[in-house]
């Protein structure tokens, strides 16, 4: 079974998460609803909307943290069945300029990102090759180039953004409070928003730390509407880190190699290389 879901539909999972939100809880599983009583008070669009924001303002202005995700994603096949594939990933990020994610996909193929303010770098240990270009400006900056210029994957970039709250908050169309719930005990708010090209629901934790807990991103435009799935774990938000963390030594015997995304500038139409299969990881 092949994953078909072609690249710029897995890439969509980047750039549209990138318009809208981050997620969740890994290996959490959603307790049982509570019911509201019939004459519970369900909070309006406009409280659906402070508890939003007050969570994406709460990420974006987080200096450092770390955590664990756990995502799984739909891939519709030629039978038009769905199969559903997954990766974890370890994030951690030190504002402004440094950033780590080391990502595990389901069938064991693992890649690192690394960004330090100067270099961003994408590493395939199995193979031992890694992409590497200069990019200064920040976190925001590089995250942007990354997506829509080198055309990679990083799923729920936008819990990374500075500028998560207006973006957020700009694509978004409507917008709903759904329940008062819990995931794994801790109490939490269900919403459920739409923007032009996906509908998303987002589980965000209640009281002083709104963290998002878990996020269902639907993509209604794509054929077969498949769904992505996150959950967060192992938030840690005064972490210990080092610069050495963000930056990239090449293992001994490393080869380094093009990202795909900027072979064409490089390499004569018509021509191919051994690279042009490593670049995209």
Excluded at 131 to 157: F, N, S
Excluded at 268 to 276: F, H, L, N
Aim: hydrophobic share 40%; glycine share 6%; charged share 20%.
């Amino acid at each position: 079974m092949t994953k078909k879901l072609q690249i710029r539909t897995r890439n969509a999972l980047c750039v549209a998460v990138l318009a809208t939100l981050a997620g969740c809880a890994e290996n959490q599983a959603v307790t049982q609803p509570q019911t509201l009583a019939p004459q519970a008070a369900i909070p309006q669009p406009a409280e659906a909307k402070d508890i939003l924001l007050r969570m994406a303002g709460y990420l974006a202005k987080i200096p450092k943290f770390t955590v664990a995700v756990s995502d799984n994603y739909d891939t519709l096949q030629e039978s038009g069945q769905k199969i559903e594939f997954g990766e974890k990933r370890k994030i951690r990020l030190s504002r402004p300029n440094g950033l780590r994610v080391e990502i595990e996909e389901s069938h064991g193929e693992k890649h690192l990102f690394l960004y330090d303010g100067k270099d961003m770098t994408v590493f395939n240990p199995s193979q031992n090759v890694y992409a590497q270009t200069a990019k200064a400006g920040g976190l925001d900056e590089a995250i942007v180039y990354l997506l829509k210029d080198l055309h990679m994957r990083l799923p729920l970039a936008a819990l990374l953004l500075s500028r998560f709250p207006a973006e957020i908050e700009s694509r978004t169309r409507s917008l709903d409070y759904v329940e008062k719930t819990s995931i794994h005990g801790v109490p939490c708010h269900h919403l459920a928003g739409r923007t032009d090209t996906m509908d998303y629901q987002v589980w965000i934790q209640e009281g002083a730390q709104p963290l998002p807990l878990r996020v269902v991103l639907t993509y209604k435009l794509a054929e077969g509407q498949p769904q992505f799935r996150a959950q967060f774990s192992d938030w840690n938000l005064a972490p210990v880190v080092s610069d050495a963390e963000f930056a990239f030594t090449p293992p001994e015997g490393s080869r380094k190699i093009a990202f795909a995304a900027q072979l064409s500038s490089i390499i004569p139409a018509g021509k191919e290389t051994p690279e042009q299969t490593g670049g995209k990881q």
